[in-house]
């Protein structure tokens, strides 16, 4: 099984809107953190697609190792 790389040891804070279909890059390769934009392909790992309930202010991992995917836990924190 791949790992998923790095992308940064901080978390990407933005708005998402409401209703929006999002797919969080979860390989750590993508140019289009934190989004998926298809490198992913040469790995066996694959993009966590989630929606948005409300628009509001979230904070998505950037390290790739957080327990809840998308989502920051803190866990850059201790790597």
């Known amino acids: 099984m791949d790992e998923a790389k790095i992308a940064q040891k901080q978390p990407y804070s933005l708005t998402l809107e409401a209703g929006k279909t999002y797919a969080w890059c979860a390989c750590g390769r993508s140019d289009n953190q934190p989004f998926c934009d298809g490198s992913h392909k040469v ?37």
């Not at 409300?54 to 998308?70: F, I, R």
Request: aromatic share 8%.
């Open 43 to 79: 790995t066996d790992i694959k993009p966590k697609l989630f929606r948005a309930n409300e628009t509001k202010q979230v904070y998505l991992c950037g390290c790739k190792q957080t327990s809840n995917p998308p989502y920051c836990d803190g866990t850059h924190k201790k790597l």
